[in-house]
């Protein structure tokens, strides 16, 4: 049996993170964590204080992991490439870990947790910055990060239920086209 002393937040994240990806968001249940870590379930507790709490912990990696891709892809870009860029690497990041995704969408407390808050307002902060660089009007600006948010949740969405599979259009080509279209639509 693993000892408290073994334990850390950062473990107990990655094994939920693990058993999501793996099984889904209803896999990660204390009582799994607990048996995948070999410890009792109310170790957990002392890290956790409950179900939500933890997966507040695993969008706030799963955020942190998603704000270096960006900053690696987008590295050196700036306006419209710059925000494709940003909008396709969280698209494909989404569907890569499609169930992580979908888990982290469904958590409550987002907006109410200070490090889960200061990872999506990081990612916020690149998409505003990227788009004045091609739009000066505020309204035009969060019009537009509205639609690219919509946008990227609606694709990872729609493509996990296999709406995204018609040979007519790549859904890739889709995707950067309906950006276009919307930043096309801004600036009239």
């Known amino acids: 049996m693993v000892q408290k002393r073994d334990l850390s937040a950062e473990k107990i ?14 896999a990660a249940t204390f009582g799994n964590i607990a048996k995948a870590l070999n410890c009792r379930t109310q170790a957990l507790y002392f890290y956790f204080k409950n179900h ?3 997966l507040l912990g695993v969008a ?15 590295f050196d870009l700036n306006g419209r490439e710059a925000l494709i860029k940003m909008a ?17 969408m469904r958590t409550s ?21 990227y788009i004045g660089d091609f739009v ?7 019009s537009i990060s509205r639609g690219v948010r919509a946008i990227i ?9 296999g709406w995204f599979t018609n040979p007519a259009i790549d859904r890739d080509d889709s995707f950067v086209d309906n950006l276009m279209r919307l930043f096309d639509e801004s600036q009239k």
């Open 136 to 142: 000066s009007d505020p309204v035009q600006q969060l």
């Open 52 to 54: 939500n709490d933890l």
């Open 109 to 129: 407390g987002l907006p109410d947790h200070l490090s889960a808050f200061n990872e999506t307002r990081h990612l916020s902060e690149m998409m505003q910055r």
């Open 153 to 161: 949740i609606g694709e990872v969405v729609s493509e996990s239920v």
């Open 13 to 26: 994240i990655q094994t939920a993170t693990d058993l999501i990806k793996a099984d889904g968001a209803d």
């Open 88 to 104: 396709t690497t969280i698209r494909n990041y989404g569907r890569q870990n499609l169930d992580l995704s979908l888990a982290v």
């Open 60 to 74: 706030t990696n799963f955020f942190a992991t998603l704000n270096h891709e960006v900053q690696t892809a987008c």
